[in-house]
């Protein structure tokens, strides 16, 4: 049993890729109102697919099950998408041929987040992305979810410290070079950046966490960053934020920009662009 808004699709998606010449309409809508595991079952019993299409429907099953969980909790404190929103079936049947030759369990659960976020959200994953989820492997997608716990926003642009200090005490130096070649994190030559305090104010966002810097005159908060490309900001979604680490980074920002007045806060509610946070800083 699936969510609505997922049913449509893969509606959609068995009409589309298994719509055979000799397969009646009749027969396809009665396929669609199956279980898509039966679906599997009944199409390569009919000969409509091969073993190999077989392989693809089953994994990719497993796949759309833990998407359904995902989208569920999702969904629980909301209403579920509106009977005309519109999905970009394309992406849905090239996800389908890459999902398909996923087996290992712990890349299904990435990939199911993936689903449920392009449900929850029509165009949240680009086909570029797909691309790289498919040759990504187990070690990376876990090097990249614990780099995720430790991005941070500036303006809507995520960031990553690299300060040597930091790295050596998270030991995540090596872990930047890996998410280099997966095109995740820009690989700067210059990695020391001055981030302007306009109107004597400057916002960094890290997890549920703001770090608010005051300045009299116009100044420049001195970070060592390097920033998140737009896929790996597609994927950052999936991280959960590591407190600890953001506690250590904004107490370095702090050390390391003196003549700045640095506070750091936890955000308890937000809406849209606008949020309140508590008034006694944690730094």
């Known amino acids: 049993s699936i969510q609505p808004a997922l049913s449509t699709v893969f509606g959609a998606l068995v009409a589309n890729l298994f719509l055979k010449s000799n397969t009646s309409k009749e027969e396809i809508e009665r396929l669609k109102q199956a279980k898509f595991s039966e679906i599997a079952d009944r199409l390569l019993e ?3 697919i091969t073993h190999l299409e077989y392989y693809k429907c089953r994994n990719f099953n497993k796949i759309a099950q833990k998407a359904d969980d995902v989208y569920r909790k999702q969904n629980a404190p909301r209403e579920s998408h509106s009977s005309d929103t519109t999905f970009t079936l ?3 049947v090239r996800f389908f041929e890459d999902a398909g030759n996923i087996s290992d369990e712990q890349m299904q659960e990435l990939w199911a987040k993936v689903l449920a976020g392009e449900i929850d959200h029509p165009g949240t994953f680009s086909l570029r992305a797909l691309d790289v989820l498919r040759n990504l492997s187990r070690e990376e997608a876990e090097i990249l979810q614990t780099l995720g716990a430790y991005a941070f926003t500036i303006a809507d642009t995520p960031y990553i410290c690299i300060n040597e200090d930091l790295k050596s005490q998270y030991n995540y130096s090596h872990k930047l070079f890996a998410m280099y070649d997966c095109g995740f994190i820009e690989n700067n030559i210059a990695s020391h950046y001055d981030v302007p305090v306009e109107n004597g104010t400057a916002v960094l966002r890290a997890g549920s966490y703001i770090a608010i810097t005051h300045c009299q005159t116009p100044g420049k908060l001195s970070i ?19 407190n600890e680490y953001i506690l250590s ?4 920002l702090k050390q390391s920009n003196p003549t700045l007045s640095l506070s750091a806060h936890r955000i308890v509610q937000e809406s849209g662009d606008t949020f309140t946070y508590e008034v006694d800083s944690i730094i």
């Open 46 to 48: 009919d000969g409509h």
């Open 90 to 92: 394309d992406w849905f």
């Open 224 to 242: 060592d960053m390097q920033r998140f490309t737009k896929i790996g900001k597609e994927f950052l979604r999936f991280a959960t934020p590591d």
């Open 249 to 252: 980074f904004f107490n370095l």
